[in-house]
């Protein structure tokens, strides 16, 4: 039972390139999110999804893409990445009272 | 909208000592409060929560939390603090999203706790 798992762990981009962050989890919850974390910052909500099929947008949604085409996976999309999203990246997921949350991936656009 | 506030960014004990992390929040509703923590170059991990009933919360590695209305405030506690427990600390308000889920988390600032031996 893996849980929560993202891919990749660590990333470099050059400004204007493109990546999918890979989220997928195994323990059948409908709600998925993604946040961003910067130092003296904490942690803030990107984009959520409710169902496959279902996203709507958090407190920081600009620049960052998202589709949910099944339970178990919840991608997030750079489609031009700034220096601005330099970032650690978490996924988590919503079960039974609690989040989940995956390792992280750090991002680091130059 | 919901918000959280640490007010203390680094907070500095020694071992044995006693801890307080203090946490104010701003919700329309019944919050659904979190605390987690986060060692260096880790995940997040929940200590505990606060959903209803007994406002003094008890969780994971000796830590409790109590939740005051009055004064818009859920504070972290532990009576004595470990080298272990140097780490950084965020305090999350939830929102209810219908069924059983509390999603769209609100985190604060987070409070660096350090532990002088």
Redesign the interface.
């Known amino acids: 039972n893996a849980g929560v798992t993202q891919t990749p762990k660590f990333q470099v981009l050059k400004t204007g390139q493109s990546m999918t962050l890979q989220c997928a989890q195994d323990m059948n919850h409908?709600?998925m999110?993604w946040?961003r974390q910067d130092p003296?910052?904490?942690?803030?909500?990107i984009h959520?999804s409710?169902g496959a099929g279902i996203t709507d947008q958090?407190?920081v949604p600009n620049g960052y893409n998202v589709s949910r085409s099944t339970t178990e996976d919840f991608p997030l999309r750079l489609l031009s990445a700034a220096p601005s999203q330099t970032s650690v990246y978490?996924c988590?997921v919503?079960g039974?009272?609690?989040?989940y949350?995956?390792?992280?991936t750090r991002l680091l656009v130059l | 909208a919901q918000s959280v506030t640490q007010p203390d960014i680094h907070i500095t004990v020694s071992e044995g000592a006693s801890l307080e992390l203090r946490c104010n929040y701003s919700y329309g509703a019944t919050p659904y409060l979190f605390w987690y923590v986060q060692s260096p170059g880790q995940g997040l991990q929940l200590l505990l929560k606060y959903f209803s009933g007994d406002t003094l919360v008890q969780g994971i590695k000796g830590f409790e939390a109590e939740f005051k209305r009055s004064q818009s405030s859920f504070n972290l506690r532990k009576p004595s603090v470990h080298w272990s427990d140097a780490a950084e600390y965020f305090c999350a308000v939830g929102a209810y999203i219908g069924g059983t889920s509390y999603g769209k988390l609100t985190f604060g600032q987070g409070t660096i706790l350090t532990v002088h031996p």
């Open positions: 409908e709600y999110s946040y003296g910052m904490g942690l803030r909500l959520y409710v958090g407190e978490f988590a919503t039974w009272e609690t989040q949350f995956g390792p992280g």
